[in-house]
């Protein structure tokens, strides 16, 4: 395991930890996306390039600033009175902390875990290839993927559009 | 003498037998008729019943011109109709019908003095408002009648005597609003059922020794001689045989049904019914019934019986009647009531009639049974005259002189008594009765009942004449004015009293017809030598003699004096403890008192404490059980099963609520609930792939 | 451990703290935060199961990630603008208090 690997892996750890721990909600913004480019990083190190961009176009270019529009117009930037953790947060750690303790089990108990399965020569993808199997092998998710897409947008601007009528 | 017990063998049956059963069917059918009918349809009623009858008279004079016939050709009839009843497993229980001689001379006399009552009731219960049911129970009783009459079983008859005691209740009972008529229907059904006992006993004795119950079946019914020589040849207790225990038995149901002496109480208390109704029931049939039942089973009674003697079963017949004769008329000499004197009366010549058939056998008997229907009827339906005439008053000593106001009815009523009384030669009654007398002369056993039986015809003599003096001599002491019953009334009296004296022709020494008619012999015209007889003109003087001696006596103490209901009796006057007691008629109705209805009442009580205390306890013991039952079970019901629900449902509603809480609303909760799953999921994958 | 188990564990880490915001936080945009980063996570796995694993030439697993972020976004953009439809009804994004579905 190199140096890089477990820079990154802090790096997305303590973005994510500061991300649902923070106070001040936009604060928690701005750390999620220091996560999403922990894990861009990642993904370059596994060679898949693409993957890597595009979540640093979708995600920190798309996603967070999504995120952060959606705190300012819902005043999730003010101090709640009450604290910002639920009255029974402790029950959510805890089944969180079992369901690591599942997978990490799983990960750890499986064929992955032997020594030996980790050298395996780093595939060369390039972006033609990517294309062609979008167009020819993948076409069918990727055009469901488009009308997905175009429902979720007018369904985001009808949810969130103002009717007439209604008080603001 | 008596006649020498000849045995009629059968005869195929006739078209008249085979619709035999058409003459107590119709009055039957007609009662029931006319219970149907409302008040108002008087004329209706009593043209049924009276149709029907008539209708039945005529089918029995058919009958009797059958036997008639068959008697004078040489070949006596006796058919018939026999169909099993019920079957029990291979023996049964047999009826039918029989026509002989004995039925057929019954029958016409039943049929024909009841038309003649019946039509004489149109006019005396004019006035009365049960006009409808009283016909209807005539007609029932008549049908009933007729069916005692022509009965070949002794289940039939049997069924047929309680039916006529039925109807005697119900018309004694007529005027049943009187306490004293209730009562008198009453005593008559309780005493005769008391009587019926012992007949019911010999009946089912009869039917387990021989299996059958009819007369005469094709050799192998009861009074045929198989059967007969069976019952002789089975001893009974006390020296009897069968044949005669069982003979006494059913006469034990004949004293009863004809008021012979200890059981004849309720004949003079039952003349509170109607004076038609006297007429006809208590004076020429049903009373006749028990009479007809003895010559009926004439053979079981005398069986066995060696010529010139007798069995014990005719003896003791011969003596109760006999005494009886002298009991009942001793005691009429003393009342007072016009239709209790005749009640009396009737209970003599009851036991006249049975003396007679134990005297003399069959004919004598029945002679005698069928001459005293004809005027004892007479009789009744002439007091029903009177009484009618007079306004309702029965007292003897409140009436008087009446030969003047109501001739008609004077006329046919001393023809009447004069056949009672036996006056020689013209009437009916002299020749019945000498029949009797000569057959007690003749007796081997003895002398006593002739002795009785004269004794008997001089009271006769005697307290008739007292009647007649008080009623039709002397001056009218009665209120209002007297006056003659309308023709509806005294037609019928006419004709009866033709009778009283026409009937005596046939039952002369000189043709003896009706004797031979019954024991199917040949009836020769014997002419005036018939009565050559020795001992015969004799005895004809005798009875002659001691009955005008008793007219005479009677005529002395009382003839055409008149005196009022407050002065002493004239025989009282002369003896006046004799008076006494023979007015109380002899204390026999206290003495019962006394004894049986005391014991019966006491009984009656026992029981009714039984009742109210012991099984009235034990019901409400039970009760009380019950109670405390549902109780317990209203307990367990509210707080076991009711508050065991109640806590169960309340629970199930709490722990709903419990779980409801899962369903908090909160978007948290549910994800939290899906993660949770996940771990297990996956937990339980894991383990089952390395597993 | 092979670099296949250490990314494994790695996204394992951040599921479950992406989770644990989810479970915990009262502010429903924070539970939307946890969930795009339990999808991240998720494709984080599938990268490096194509990269380690058998036929890297088919392209399945970056594929398959590529889809993965598409619909996320999608799902982001319903999702925050459900939660500015709600806060517009209810006044508040504070899911404690949202609890009309209660049962």
């Known amino acids: ?168 | 003498m008596q006649e020498a017990v000849q045995f009629v063998p059968q005869t195929a049956a006739s078209g008249i037998t085979g619709i035999l059963w058409l003459i107590p069917a119709m009055p039957i059918v007609a009662a029931g008729l006319i219970a149907l009918l409302k008040q108002p349809r008087r004329r209706l009623a009593a043209g049924l019943a009276i149709g029907s009858l008539a209708a039945s008279m005529v089918l029995a004079f058919v009958a009797f011109g059958h036997v008639l016939a068959g008697w004078a050709s040489g070949h006596a009839v006796r058919e018939t109709v026999n169909f099993t009843w019920m079957r029990f497993g291979t023996s049964g229980v047999g009826l039918g019908w029989v026509l002989d001689p004995l039925a057929a001379v019954m029958m016409v006399m039943v049929s024909f003095v009841g038309l003649l009552i019946f039509i004489y009731s149109v006019g005396y219960m004019a006035h009365d408002e049960n006009y409808t049911r009283f016909f209807c129970f005539l007609s029932l009783f008549a049908g009933a009648m007729l069916g005692v009459v022509i009965a070949n079983s002794l289940l039939l008859l049997f069924m047929c005597w309680e039916i006529v005691g039925l109807t005697s209740y119900l018309l004694i009972g007529f005027w049943y609003q009187k306490p004293s008529a209730a009562a008198a229907a009453k005593k008559a059904f309780i005493t005769t059922r008391f009587g019926d006992v012992f007949f019911l006993l010999g009946i089912v004795w009869l039917f387990a020794q021989t299996g059958t119950l009819l007369f005469y079946s094709q050799g192998a019914g009861n009074l045929e001689p198989l059967a007969i020589g069976m019952l002789l040849q089975t001893p009974a207790k006390l020296g009897l045989s069968a044949a005669g225990a069982i003979g006494l038995l059913i006469f034990a149901g004949a004293v009863g049904k004809s008021g012979q002496l200890p059981l004849h109480v309720w004949l003079p208390d039952a003349m509170e019914g109607p004076t038609p109704v006297s007429a006809l029931i208590h004076a020429a049939t049903m009373v006749a019934a028990g009479v007809y039942l003895v010559a009926r089973v004439y053979p079981l009674m005398a069986a066995g019986v060696l010529p010139g003697g007798t069995t014990t079963a005719l003896l003791v017949i011969t003596w109760v009647g006999a005494v009886t004769a002298v009991f009942a008329a001793l005691i009429a000499i003393a009342q007072n009531d016009i239709k209790r004197i005749l009640a009396y009366s009737t209970v003599s010549q009851l036991g006249y009639m049975m003396a007679g058939l134990g005297l003399g056998g069959v004919a004598v008997g029945m002679f005698h049974l069928i001459t005293h229907a004809f005027f004892k009827s007479l009789l009744f339906l002439g007091a029903g005259s009177v009484i009618h005439g007079s306004h309702e008053e029965q007292d003897v000593r409140r009436l008087g002189g009446l030969r003047k106001y109501m001739p008609v009815t004077f006329a046919t009523y001393a023809i009447a008594m004069l056949a009672l009384c036996g006056f020689p030669l013209v009437f009916s009654g002299f020749w019945s009765k000498d029949a009797i007398l000569e057959s007690a002369h003749k007796w081997h056993a003895g002398q006593g009942p002739y002795f009785l039986l004269v004794f008997g015809a001089l009271l006769t003599a005697f307290y008739m004449t007292r009647q007649v003096s008080y009623v039709f001599f002397g001056q009218y002491r009665g209120h209002g004015h007297a006056h003659e019953s309308p023709r509806v009334m005294t037609v019928p009296l006419a004709l009866l009293a033709f009778f009283a004296i026409a009937l005596g022709v046939v039952g002369t020494p000189m043709w003896p017809w009706f004797r031979s008619f019954l024991l199917d012999t040949h009836a020769v015209w014997g002419g005036l030598a018939s009565f050559k007889e020795p001992g015969l003109l004799a005895l004809m003087l005798t009875s002659s003699a001691i009955v005008l001696f008793g007219i005479g006596l009677g005529w002395v103490f009382y003839g055409n004096k008149s005196p009022s209901a407050e002065e002493p009796d004239a025989l009282e006057r002369a003896m006046p403890p004799v008076w006494r007691t023979l007015s109380n008629r002899m204390y026999v109705d206290e003495l019962y008192g006394a004894t049986i209805i005391a014991f019966y009442e006491w009984w009656a009580r026992v029981a009714d404490w039984l009742d109210r205390r012991l099984w009235g306890g034990m019901v409400a013991g039970v009760t009380w059980l019950f109670g405390l039952w549902a109780q317990l079970n209203r307990f367990l019901d509210e707080n076991f099963v009711n508050g065991g629900f109640d806590k169960g449902c309340e629970e199930l509603s709490a722990g709903g609520g419990l779980i409801a809480r899962v369903q908090s609303g909160r978007a948290q909760t549910y994800l939290r609930l899906l993660a949770l799953g996940v771990v297990i999921l996956a937990v339980i994958l894991i383990w089952s792939s390395r597993g | 451990m092979t670099p296949l188990a250490g990314y494994l564990l790695v996204a394992a880490l951040v599921f479950a703290i992406g989770l644990a915001g989810a479970l915990t936080r009262r502010n429903a945009i924070l539970v939307l935060i946890g969930i795009e980063l339990m999808l991240n996570a998720a494709n984080l796995n599938l990268v490096a199961f194509w990269r380690y694993g058998p036929h890297p030439e088919a392209l399945t697993g970056m594929m398959f990630a590529v889809f993965s972020i598409a619909v996320a976004a999608a799902e982001a953009a319903v999702g925050l603008g459900l939660v500015i439809a709600i806060y517009r009804s209810a006044r508040t994004a504070d899911l404690d208090e949202i609890n009309r579905m209660k049962g």
């Not at chain 1, 108990?109 to 020569?121: N, T």
Request: proline content about 3%; charged content about 10%.
């Open chain 1, 1 to 168: 395991m190199t140096v890089v690997f477990w820079i990154l892996a802090v790096i997305t750890v303590v973005g994510g930890v500061a991300a649902v721990t923070l106070k001040n909600t936009v604060h928690c913004a701005l750390a999620l996306t220091a996560a999403f480019a922990g894990l861009a990083f990642l993904f370059l190190q596994l060679d898949a390039q693409f993957v890597g961009f595009a979540q640093i176009l979708v995600y920190i270019g798309a996603v967070a600033i999504l995120v952060v529009f959606a705190i300012l117009l819902t005043r999730g930037s003010e101090k709640p009175e009450r604290g910002v953790f639920s009255r029974t947060w402790l029950a959510g750690l805890l089944i969180a902390a079992a369901v690591f303790a599942v997978l990490s089990w799983a990960v750890l108990s499986s064929a992955a875990a032997l020594p030996g399965a980790g050298e395996v020569p780093a595939p060369s993808v390039s972006v033609a290839q990517i294309g062609n199997a979008l167009m020819g092998r993948y076409v069918l998710p990727l055009e469901i993927l488009a009308l997905l897409l175009t429902a979720a947008m007018i369904g985001a601007v009808l949810v969130a559009l103002h009717e007439k009528g209604v008080r603001k």
